[in-house]
């Protein structure tokens, strides 16, 4: 494809816009229900690295954003008429060079915090470290791409929702429970759902580019049972957690959020295949809920640790 001729110093606003900040909160719930996970472990806490985790987090998040837009550009997947990127290399805003290097300048400085950890804990955050770098980097970069091989559910669910969370956890405590990974499910369904109410609506661009996707596999009627199973899949969880006693009556808190959850459920009752901006926002609604929930829950942990 060929290069843009481009600027070569693109407005703040033209790399929020890349880095797609909207999508941070996804990466701040884990750390956040990590962190309050660590304040009922018995030992030291290092409360300090909190601001390191957080950020480092973030900053993974963005050069995931930056290096998939770029291959889906690449790709032929994203279009000035789809909806998934940030819009800045369809739009002309910055060229794919920018947005590549971009990716990996972001990546860089987040191995660097990373390296902090890895002094203080280890060979474990290393291995979970270089888990998330290349999850981040091979969601679409070739020669894998496994966002094309419709394995992007069950890597996003594991790698921000499980990986974060423990992550998080081991970082603050130099320490694992298998507590904190079952505690970590309904995060990872959450997401999961982010990115497949993404993929709903997506799912005829994305057939058009050669994308496969769990839903264009699917099909949009039988896509929409997933999205029911991650979203009520949370929930789910978190009762059972409070009837096996790993979380305290305070998870209930929880359902406060049900309605935004019944709400994005209607859209999608009453949306239809050939119709994808009936749903061309549900994939922020979703993220919306995400982060409504991850606080809540997050919130509800940590008044079981307090009183």
Not at 72 to 91: E, H, N, R
Not at 137 to 142: D, G, S
Not at 153 to 174: E, R
Request: aromatic content about 10%; overall charge neutral; hydrophobic content about 55%.
């Amino acid at each position: 494809m060929a290069e843009q001729t481009i600027s070569p110093k693109a407005p703040l606003a033209v790399w929020l816009q890349a880095v797609r900040a909207f999508s941070f909160p996804a990466a701040i719930v884990p750390v956040a229900v990590g962190t309050v996970l660590a304040a009922h472990f018995d030992g030291p806490v290092a409360w300090w690295l909190v601001p390191f985790v957080a950020v480092a987090s973030v900053l993974m998040q963005a050069g995931t954003n930056l290096v998939s837009d770029y291959f889906d550009y690449l790709k032929g997947v994203d279009k000035d008429y789809t909806y998934g990127s940030s819009g800045v290399l369809t739009a002309g805003l910055l060229s794919p060079t920018q947005v590549l290097v971009g990716g990996f300048a972001v990546f860089a400085v987040a191995c660097g915090i990373g390296l902090l950890f890895i002094a203080l804990r280890g060979w474990p955050i290393l291995l979970l470290g270089l888990v998330g770098l290349l999850g981040g980097i091979f969601y679409t970069a070739r020669p894998v791409g496994y966002k094309y091989l419709a394995l992007g559910d069950a890597l996003v669910f594991t790698l921000m929702g499980p990986l974060m969370v423990i992550g998080s956890y081991f970082v603050l405590t130099d320490s694992y429970s298998h507590s904190v990974l079952i505690v970590s499910l309904p995060v990872g369904c959450l997401v999961a759902a982010i990115l497949h109410a993404n993929n709903m609506r997506d799912i005829q661009h994305d057939r058009d580019a050669q994308v496969r996707t769990v839903a264009s596999l699917l099909g949009h009627n039988r896509s929409r049972l997933e999205y029911y199973a991650l979203v009520g899949g949370a929930y789910v969880a978190v009762v059972g957690m409070i009837l096996g006693g790993l979380v305290g009556p305070w998870g209930l808190l929880v359902f406060v959020t049900a309605p935004l959850a019944f709400k994005n459920f209607r859209r999608v009752v009453h949306s239809r295949p050939q119709q994808p901006e009936s749903i061309a926002t549900l994939d922020v609604q979703t993220a919306q809920l995400h982060l409504a929930f991850g606080l809540v829950f997050a919130t509800a942990i940590l008044l079981g640790a307090l009183l």
